[in-house]
């Protein structure tokens, strides 16, 4: 079956720009989770949805990033006022289940950001 | 808080040698355990999962990991490596003290196989 998408697979943008990064989960996941992958910082949490609501966004690193997720499905990264630090490999990934900690989280390919 | 450490930032090995990935937790309620494995400009695949059941786990690939409580560990390992499991490869760690089950990263191996 069809597994995590995310587009674009690749996004350049300037300093200063806003960028939309999109993803698919797989279909029936109601858990999702936004990590991000950059060479200082390693792997590390952003942000998690429940069905349509966030309860918990303690990973984002500034009130320039934003997430929604509609239809219990697909999920908008949103990046205000791109800065360079910002640059690095957006990750996305679904469970089928909720509260469950031991449910497999399956892996988007990523979207890699670079902010000039 | 719970947390996760790999020894070694970049391991080598010969084809056919044996493969050990360490990856040491840190955890006040019992741990749940994965690793996984990212291949040049993919996405993370889970390779395997420590869910209590039971203590040595196999998964995908011919790999297999143990845990240790006495030692806090869970490494990883394979017999025989082979070209095509030269990776990046995490250990994590889901985070039971909240209600999200996010994973706790540790810095990532990364596996060089040589011919």
């Known amino acids: 079956g069809a597994g995590v998408s995310q587009s674009p697979s690749n996004k350049v943008t300037e300093k200063g720009k806003d960028v939309e990064l999109r993803c698919d989960p797989i279909?029936?996941?109601?858990?999702l989770y936004w990590y991000r992958q950059s060479l200082g910082q390693g792997l590390e949490f952003l942000i998690y949805?429940?069905?349509?609501?966030?309860?918990?966004k303690s990973g984002l690193p500034s009130d320039r990033f934003s997430a929604e997720r509609t239809g219990g499905s697909v999920s908008t990264l949103t990046i205000q006022r791109t800065q360079q630090e910002d640059s690095a490999v957006y990750l996305c990934?679904?469970?089928?289940?909720?509260?469950?900690?031991?449910?497999?989280?399956?892996f988007g390919p990523g979207t890699r950001l670079t902010v000039l | 808080a719970q947390s996760v450490t790999q020894l070694g930032s970049h391991v080598s090995v010969s084809e056919g040698a044996l493969v050990l990935l360490r990856c040491n937790y840190s955890?006040?309620?019992?741990?749940?355990l994965f690793w996984y494995v990212q291949y040049p400009n993919q996405g993370l695949q889970l390779l395997l999962k420590?869910?209590?059941?039971?203590?040595l786990v196999k998964g995908i690939n011919g790999f297999e990991a143990e845990f240790k409580k006495s030692e806090t560990s869970f490494h990883l390992t394979k017999p025989s490596a082979h070209m095509s499991d030269a990776a990046e490869y995490f250990c994590?760690?889901?985070?039971?003290?909240?209600?999200?089950?996010?994973?706790?990263f540790g810095t990532g191996t990364l596996l060089a196989v040589q011919p």
């Open positions: 279909s029936g996941h109601t858990a």
């Open positions: 955890s006040s309620v019992p741990p749940y």
């Open positions: 994590a760690v889901s985070d039971r003290g909240g209600a999200t089950n996010k994973l706790i």
């Open positions: 420590y869910t209590s059941a039971a203590t």
């Open positions: 990934a679904s469970s089928f289940r909720t509260g469950v900690p031991t449910d497999t989280q399956y």
């Open positions: 949805f429940q069905g349509n609501s966030a309860p918990d």
